[in-house]
């Protein structure tokens, strides 16, 4: 459904005409008035339930005057789920496509078009409910208050078929459990492109996998272990912080999904509903997370490469990497080629240092960011569509999930070895296995629990 508004801007009184995509979400939106350049920003609040509109202004007010079909006004297109067209001339006597209509074909046909935009939803829907109640029982573990967690982990687990425990028991079953519920509860993977995860899990599974390296993974654990849960805890600020960002991103993640993104033309369509200033919020502080983690992707890939968690590509070692003080020079210890360097390869980017240090200022009409930087007397600029600063962002979340994921089978290395064993119910885990796979797990199988032990030797 297309809605049609007129505002006009306090300044000038420039009168500009709203056409909004309504959808599921309420839609905040900023643009520059045309004529006089005064920031507009507001919300349009969608009532669901009452199927209501409200409006919700600052520096503009609602046109009160009678709107002349024979006149062109500046457009400025509005939706939550979809990119939009940026502000133009409209004639109302002649039609133009929908938001929605437009990108059902630029995200292609069939079924493939409505899950582009509905699947991204899921995280705003669930993630906020959800992440209420799991954060709690991730405190419990970080504070070691296992008898108080244990129980109510047996309680949650009861409501999931799918997780094979029976009880849970040690700091590893409610680990694992934990880890489970966030990535299968919240809709935590639908902010992520298709498919992204079982690559981060393949991935990181090189950890207990990897029999020849498995003393040098001990000393790098060892020498880990005691920061995984400040890791942990400040990286799920900044899920938290994304979760609140999520809805503004909804147009870029759609496109994503569906590898449409590079096909978008930017100069004519943008996401009207992304404020800049909270996006380059989470972006400084996404990124700074990132390279003070990155040391991890380096050690693992000095584990996988050299055996050696010390010894670094390019003649360094890792503890002189640890103490560079440019911390995005560390990036220049990434080996691409190498197994864990993958889903960090979109950081070694000129523009994110720019983002980073850079003044910057955004023109809501043209969205387009110029970043300034004077020194000495030389300035240097990059520039960048908003659009293409948004999907920077949900990048750097894909990457803070991805390290967390190694952040977790370290983790789970670390209980290992200290003999903790998963309370597993195997007999449960068969019998899925028949149903599902009409295949039972054999006595040499590898666990499946993840311990890297054949079944005989582990949990059976």
Not at 162 to 180: C, G, M, P, R, W
Request: hydrophobic share 35%; glycine share 4%; aromatic share 12%.
């Amino acid at each position: 459904m297309i809605d049609n508004k007129f505002i006009n801007c306090n300044v000038c009184e420039t009168t500009i005409n709203l056409r909004s995509q309504i959808g599921y979400f309420d839609i905040p939106f900023n643009l520059h008035c045309p004529i006089c350049s005064t920031h507009i920003y507001g919300k349009l609040i969608i009532n669901q339930e009452q199927i209501g509109l409200k409006l919700e202004l600052e520096n503009a007010h609602i046109n009160d005057r009678d709107i002349s079909l024979k006149e062109k006004y500046h457009c400025a297109e509005l939706s939550a789920e979809f990119p939009t067209k940026k502000m133009y001339i409209r004639d109302l006597n002649e039609y133009d496509v929908s938001p929605f209509i437009r990108n059902t074909m630029l995200y292609g046909a069939g079924s493939k078009s409505p899950e582009a935009y509905k699947n991204p939803m899921e995280f705003a829907k669930y993630f906020g409910s959800r992440w209420k109640k799991l954060k709690p029982y991730f405190d419990l573990l970080w504070n070691n208050q296992g008898p108080l967690l244990y129980p109510k982990l047996e309680i949650e687990i009861s409501n999931y078929d799918f997780i094979f425990f029976s009880k849970v028991t040690n700091e590893l079953d409610a680990s694992i459990i934990l880890h489970q519920l966030l990535l299968t509860t919240t809709g935590l993977t639908s902010a992520l492109q298709p498919d992204i995860l079982k690559e981060y899990e393949e991935i990181s599974k090189l950890i207990l996998n990897n029999k020849e390296s498995i003393k040098e993974i001990q000393k790098f654990v060892d020498s880990i272990s005691s920061q995984f849960n400040n890791i942990e805890k400040k990286a799920f600020k900044l899920v938290d912080a994304f979760s609140k960002i999520y809805e503004q991103l909804l147009p870029v993640v759609a496109l994503r999904n569906t590898e449409s993104l590079s096909t978008v033309d930017k100069e004519i369509y943008g996401i009207m509903t992304t404020n800049f200033e909270e996006l380059s919020d989470f972006y400084a502080k996404s990124y700074e997370w990132i390279l003070d983690n990155i040391d991890i992707v380096i050690a693992l890939n000095n584990i996988s490469s050299r055996n050696d968690y010390k010894i670094c590509a390019n003649d360094k070692t890792y503890d002189e990497v640890l103490k560079i003080g440019s911390k995005y020079k560390k990036l220049d210890y990434i080996n691409d080629l190498e197994p864990f360097s993958t889903p960090t390869n979109s950081l070694k980017n000129r523009v994110r240092n720019a983002i980073q240090h850079f003044d910057n200022e955004i023109d809501y009409s043209s969205q387009k960011i110029v970043f300034t930087d004077s020194h000495r007397g030389k300035t240097k600029q990059e520039s960048m569509y908003l659009m293409d600063f948004a999907n920077l962002c949900v990048e750097n979340f894909s990457i803070i999930i991805y390290i967390l994921e190694l952040v977790y089978h370290l983790r789970k290395h670390s209980y290992l070895s200290k003999g903790l064993i998963p309370s597993l119910n195997i007999k449960e885990m068969q019998r899925s296995h028949i149903n599902r796979n009409n295949i039972k797990i054999g006595r040499n199988d590898p666990c499946p629990c993840g311990s890297g032990k054949k079944y005989k030797k582990c949990c059976i």
